[in-house]
């Protein structure tokens, strides 16, 4: 979802604007932590007791501050209309959205949540004699159904950098479908824009690049949505779950043209509930969420960063609200060990055993978590230094300068 384009407001007349107190642009991305509080307007309200959960939990990438204000009003008003199926608010949340992206309604389907699409798009474009190219490591839902089908998988280890290395992935000719998670589940590096324009112009003849831009919020880059006009072999993926805070409500969306989508088309559309679909719009038409909640969350992990750093533990540079930290170590057992403490952090990669992923919370999850770290750390040795993936030791001090 691009920060500019056309807005309706048929949320905003009933429930009223968000009263966002941040003036002008973004905090610096790489900005400290003292200079990211979150405003009234995009504080959570405290859990309800029925459904609260003991410890921290910053294992899954969500955002902890849940839906922002608006979203939430709409939730509450909504609910006395969830008797009835109002395929007219899912209806108009489809255009609206597809005007907010600048697209054409048609290049638009909703999904509950972006995983929908990636368990089908392997069904849809990859076969016995078709394959499916991935990064390595990166987020493997393809992957796994994938293998269920018997595709053969082709893995490619990112660049010294984090990016994808789009040129080896695009060097397999019997490719179908190539997956661009942007910014890059687990490690939260970038693979630049130009790399990708690279790679729609090189790619197997008749191969969908599928770009995964679920995180492209947390970060400055821009997304290749706008390529799509001019790339019918392109499909780019969005997500509510993460900066939106919607991950409970599942809601997401595949943007693409011609055959292509009309594949992915014939196996279902819009299948999302109107709550979502309400919450959705008026997440869209807050104007401020995506710059404040950009600023905080950069801020918080850019803090915890530093202090791992402090402490002899090295980082991938990210630019999302997750990041891998290189614990010297069996990763699962930094876990489990973490797990004991209350804190629940992410989990490891086969080719990257050593390296944990962990979410980025709230600032005091992030506390917690250094509590949690610190005593972990005291019960043995966790060295910096791993052969599972020396190249990706890039969060350095000067980076977060």
Same mark, same amino acid.
Not at 52 to 58: D, E, N, P, S
Not at 173 to 189: E, K, M, Q, S, W
Not at 217 to 226: A, Y
């Given at each position: 979802?691009?920060?500019?384009?056309?807005?309706?407001?048929?949320?905003?007349?009933?429930?009223?604007?968000?009263?966002?107190?941040?003036?002008?642009?973004?905090?610096?991305?790489?900005?400290?932590?003292?200079?990211?509080?979150?405003?009234?307007?995009?504080?959570?309200?405290?859990?309800?007791?029925?459904?609260?959960?003991?410890?921290?939990?910053?294992?899954?990438?969500?955002?902890?501050?849940?839906?922002?204000?608006?979203?939430?009003?709409?939730?509450?008003?909504?609910?006395?209309?969830?008797?009835?199926?109002?395929?007219?608010?899912?209806?108009?949340?489809?255009?609206?959205?597809?005007?907010?992206?600048?697209?054409?309604?048609?290049?638009?389907?909703?999904?509950?949540?972006?995983?929908?699409?990636?368990?089908?798009?392997?069904?849809?474009?990859?076969?016995?004699?078709?394959?499916?190219?991935?990064?390595?490591?990166?987020?493997?839902?393809?992957?796994?159904?994938?293998?269920? /089908?018997?595709?053969?998988?082709?893995?490619?280890?990112?660049?010294?950098?984090?990016?994808?290395?789009?040129?080896? /992935?695009?060097?397999?000719?019997?490719?179908?479908?190539?997956?661009?998670?942007?910014?890059?589940?687990?490690?939260?590096?970038?693979?630049?824009?130009?790399?990708?324009?690279?790679?729609?112009?090189?790619?197997?003849?008749?191969?969908?690049?599928?770009?995964?831009?679920?995180?492209?919020?947390?970060?400055?880059?821009?997304?290749?949505?706008?390529?799509?006009?001019?790339?019918?072999?392109?499909?780019?993926?969005?997500?509510?779950?993460?900066?939106?805070?919607?991950?409970?409500?599942?809601?997401?969306?595949?943007?693409?043209?011609?055959?292509?989508?009309?594949?992915?088309?014939?196996?279902?559309?819009?299948?999302?509930?109107?709550?979502?679909?309400?919450?959705?719009?008026?997440?869209?038409?807050?104007?401020?969420?995506?710059?404040?909640?950009?600023?905080?969350?950069?801020?918080?992990?850019?803090?915890?960063?530093?202090?791992?750093?402090?402490?002899?533990?090295?980082?991938?540079?990210?630019?999302?609200?997750?990041? /891998?930290?290189?614990?010297?170590?069996?990763?699962?057992?930094?876990?489990?060990?973490?797990?004991?403490?209350?804190?629940?952090?992410?989990?490891?990669?086969?080719?990257?055993?050593?390296?944990?992923?962990?979410?980025?919370?709230?600032?005091?999850?992030?506390?917690?978590?250094?509590?949690?770290?610190?005593?972990?750390?005291?019960?043995?040795?966790?060295?910096?230094?791993?052969?599972?993936?020396?190249?990706?030791?890039?969060?350095?001090?000067?980076?977060?300068?």
């Amino acid at each position: 979802m691009t920060d500019t384009g056309s807005r309706r407001h048929f949320l905003r007349s009933s429930l009223g604007a968000s009263a966002l107190a941040v003036a002008g642009s973004a905090l610096p991305l790489l900005g400290g932590c003292a200079s990211a509080q979150p405003t009234s307007s995009i504080l959570a309200p405290a859990p309800g007791a029925r459904f609260a959960r003991k410890g921290t939990f910053i294992n899954y990438n969500e955002y902890p501050l849940g839906p922002c204000e608006s979203a939430r009003e709409a939730l509450v008003e909504i609910i006395g209309h969830t008797g009835f199926y109002r395929f007219d608010l899912i209806q108009h949340f489809h255009d609206s959205l597809a005007a907010h992206l600048g697209v054409d309604a048609e290049q638009v389907i909703l999904y509950p949540g972006s995983g929908w699409a990636l368990e089908l798009a392997p069904r849809v474009f990859t076969s016995a004699e078709r394959s499916l190219v991935v990064a390595d490591p990166s987020y493997e839902a393809c992957e796994q159904v994938a293998k269920r /089908m018997g595709t053969p998988v082709h893995r490619v280890p990112l660049l010294a950098n984090g990016a994808h290395d789009l040129t080896a /992935m695009c060097a397999f000719p019997d490719a179908g479908l190539i997956y661009v998670c942007n910014p890059n589940n687990p490690t939260g590096t970038i693979t630049p824009r130009e790399a990708i324009v690279s790679a729609l112009a090189n790619k197997p003849a008749g191969a969908i690049l599928l770009v995964d831009e679920a995180y492209i919020h947390f970060s400055e880059e821009q997304s290749v949505i706008d390529l799509v006009a001019s790339h019918p072999d392109l499909i780019v993926l969005h997500t509510f779950a993460k900066l939106y805070g919607m991950a409970g409500l599942r809601c997401g969306f595949a943007v693409g043209q011609g055959e292509a989508l009309a594949k992915l088309r014939e196996m279902g559309s819009d299948a999302i509930s109107v709550t979502a679909a309400v919450a959705a719009q008026a997440s869209i038409e807050d104007e401020m969420i995506v710059a404040e909640r950009r600023a905080y969350n950069s801020g918080v992990r850019n803090d915890v960063i530093r202090w791992l750093q402090a402490r002899g533990i090295e980082c991938t540079v990210s630019h999302t609200n997750c990041f /891998m930290m290189d614990v010297g170590r069996p990763g699962k057992d930094v876990a489990a060990a973490m797990a004991s403490h209350g804190v629940h952090v992410g989990r490891s990669w086969p080719s990257w055993p050593n390296w944990v992923r962990v979410s980025v919370g709230t600032r005091e999850d992030m506390e917690a978590f250094k509590t949690a770290f610190a005593a972990v750390q005291e019960q043995g040795p966790l060295a910096a230094a791993v052969a599972c993936a020396p190249e990706l030791r890039l969060c350095t001090a000067a980076a977060l300068a």
